[in-house]
């Protein structure tokens, strides 16, 4: 599918992905060769059509050069080591480059022949993109910025459906807004997220994943001094009223990410167990 921006194009392919999400977006860099990112589908079928459409393009003269992973997760790497062996059946030998922390964080399931470093430049195809390391939703997360149309390949910074999730066990609040601010520094003319439409209004749509997770750590900051103490799950019904009971797991543990960002910021401390109370 054209995105109306010369040298990236999309093919979504469908993803073990979070709910409401179904699919991850592919996306496909370049004029004379291409650069796919994030072939992230695990399932035969999703597979062989991502390959039949980049093997029509190498078929009219536009090979795939490589394939760029943003981060580790599975929704965005199950599908790399696959399409890298369809290709080399064909005789097309392509690397699978990513950051280094990606690659040791899925150096048991994917080869990473190339680590990309922050503000490395990237020849995709005869159009040069910067990648930019944007820490926080995962340690090794790159974006992508084709400085010529303003267009940032945005990986897990934004979603254009559902929300971005910082598991506390590996994502870190400070880094994410960090890298969001980082990417609003670019001015980018569109954000082309892994998952959903592309997201035009750049700056406001960054301003207000900034607004709104400092929002949440506010919210949760007077929840707690309300309470006295309370554990990540127990603040869930009053934090995400309209939330399934069934989802205040995955809620706490947003939850836990914004009381470990308050703590590191003296505004909240841990107490007995998980329990957590307002200073
Ligand atoms: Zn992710």
Redesign the pocket.
């Known amino acids: 599918m054209s995105t109306g921006f010369d040298g990236i194009d999309l093919v979504a392919v469908r993803s073990p992905t979070l709910p409401p999400a179904t699919h991850t977006n592919a996306w496909i860099l370049g004029v004379e060769s291409l650069t796919v990112v994030d072939p992230a589908s695990p399932w035969d079928d999703e597979q062989q059509r991502l390959f039949e459409h980049l093997w029509a393009r190498a078929e009219s003269g536009v090979p795939v050069e490589r394939i760029f992973l943003t981060?580790h997760?599975l929704?965005?790497v199950s599908g790399a080591m696959d399409l890298k062996a369809r290709l080399a059946k064909r005789d097309v030998h392509v690397p699978i480059v990513a950051h280094e922390q990606t690659a040791r964080l899925v150096a048991d399931r994917v080869e990473v022949a190339h680590h990309v470093a922050d503000r490395e430049v990237l020849d995709c195809g005869g159009l040069p993109f910067v990648a930019h390391h944007t820490p926080g939703?995962?340690p090794g997360h790159l974006a992508l910025h084709q400085e010529a149309s303003g267009a940032v390949i945005a990986g897990?910074m934004v979603a254009g459906v559902g929300t971005i999730a910082i598991d506390p066990s590996e994502g870190d609040l400070q880094q994410y807004l960090d890298s969001l601010e980082h990417l609003r520094s670019l001015a980018p003319s569109a954000l082309m997220p892994a998952h959903g439409p592309i997201l035009e209004h750049a700056d406001t749509v960054l301003s207000f994943y900034v607004a709104h997770r400092n929002g949440r750590s506010d919210q949760i900051r007077a929840a707690l001094a309300e309470t006295g103490s309370a554990s990540p799950l127990e603040l869930a019904p009053t934090i995400y009223p309209e939330l399934d009971p069934a989802f205040h797991p995955i809620a706490a543990a947003q939850i836990l990410t914004h009381l470990k960002w308050l703590g590191d910021h003296g505004l909240v401390r841990a107490a007995d167990g998980d329990r957590w109370c307002a200073e």
Do not use: E, F, I, S
Request: charged share 30%; net charge negative; hydrophobic share 15%.
């Open positions: 981060h997760h929704d965005h939703h995962a897990d």
